[in-house]
């Protein structure tokens, strides 16, 4: 079945440290997206790509990176500049055309920061 | 994008019909009214979508105003699954695919058994 595959599903990380939360999907999707959700808010826009080797930032990208080598990939490295990064992360794909912005989502990673 | 406004959490009986209000008020012509859902830590899934012409699938009904400010989400016959937090974006169709949606804190709908 094609897909969103998210991991880990769990990760947890000390203070200072680089961590790399991976997507990959199936779907032949052009577009691809990372959110992050905090307990009892609503999602918001990391850095979002419209195509391979090309992506722009979203509302909140201080302390985050991102990579798009392939379609299929698109990586998300919390950085140590994060200042909170303790967060559900979700990444998406879309068509990415010009029509109904369908959003498909991967299960998420809970990123604990101790 | 027009913001949207919707009650933070709403109760409903299993088996019955839960309606699911959303105002957007300053919804603009070329913008879609989009519905998901999101069961408790998994990623979000897409209902429904319409411009202004009442809109049903497998999984729900959309009813859109005849001046589009508002719109109601229907579940027909809600069973416990549908317990959810449900959101309603609006966004342009053509053009803003690409960028991402903005998802608001949504309706917690809670069916009771």
């Known amino acids: 079945d094609g897909g969103i595959t998210q991991s880990p599903k769990y990760l947890f990380r000390k203070e200072g440290q680089n961590v790399t939360l991976s997507c990959e999907q199936n779907?032949?999707?052009?577009?691809m997206y990372w959110y992050r959700q905090d307990p009892g808010q609503g999602l918001r826009l990391i850095y979002y790509?419209?195509?391979?080797?090309?992506?722009q930032k979203g509302d909140i990208a201080e302390g985050y990176s991102v990579s798009r080598e392939k379609k299929e990939s698109f990586p998300l490295t919390v950085t140590s500049a994060q200042k909170n990064p303790t967060a559900f992360y979700l990444c998406?794909?879309?068509?990415?055309?010009?029509?109904?912005?369908?959003?498909?989502f991967g299960a998420g990673s809970r990123l604990t920061v101790l | 994008d027009a913001k949207t406004t919707q009650p933070p959490s709403m109760d409903c009986a299993e088996g019955r019909a839960a309606n699911l209000p959303c105002n957007h008020s300053?919804?603009?012509?070329?913008?879609?009214v989009y519905w998901y859902r999101q069961i408790h830590s998994q990623g979000p899934q897409y209902i429904i979508h319409?411009?202004?012409n009442n809109e049903t699938n497998e999984m729900a009904s959309l009813i859109i105003t005849e001046d589009r400010k508002s719109s109601t989400l229907i579940l027909p016959h809600a069973t416990l699954r549908d317990t959810a937090v449900y959101y309603c974006?609006?966004?342009?169709?053509?053009?803003?695919?690409?960028?991402?949606?903005?998802f608001g804190k949504g309706t917690h709908l809670i069916i009771q058994p």
């Open positions: 319409g411009l202004k």
């Open positions: 300053t919804i603009s012509g070329n913008e879609y």
């Open positions: 790509s419209q195509i391979v080797n090309d992506f």
């Open positions: 974006i609006v966004r342009p169709f053509s053009g803003g695919g690409a960028d991402g949606l903005t």
């Open positions: 779907l032949n999707h052009d577009a």
């Open positions: 998406a794909s879309s068509t990415g055309t010009a029509g109904a912005n369908v959003l498909t």
